[in-house]
């Protein structure tokens, strides 16, 4: 997970759960339940670099799959974006 700049929990501050998340490759600020980067798509939690992992591989074997989840994915970041907007925060450091 530190490929995506992930950190053990062992490693990992305590963090107030309703945090905005900073994005570790684009510094760009998103909600506390965003999971990727509503800017460049970075995982933002082990669950999702774990996903992300999933769908590099069923991406090869079950395009279809990939698709389906790609446009849930999309419609979810839309949602994402909208709160971002909503809730007034800031896009970048």
């Known amino acids: 997970m530190k490929v995506y700049g992930i950190t053990d929990e062992g490693e990992a501050k305590k963090i107030h759960p ?4 900073q994005c570790q490759e684009c510094k760009h600020i998103n909600l506390h339940t965003t999971e990727y980067c509503l800017n460049c798509l970075t995982p933002l939690a082990e669950e999702a670099a774990q996903c ?3 769908l590099a591989k069923d991406m090869r074997t079950n395009p279809e799959s990939f698709i389906s989840y790609m446009k849930q994915f999309a419609a979810k970041a839309a949602a994402d974006a909208v709160a971002v907007e909503r809730a007034g925060i800031g896009s970048s450091l």
């Not at 309703?18 to 998340?21: C, N």
């Open 18 to 21: 309703m945090a905005a998340r």
């Open 52 to 54: 992300m992992d999933v």
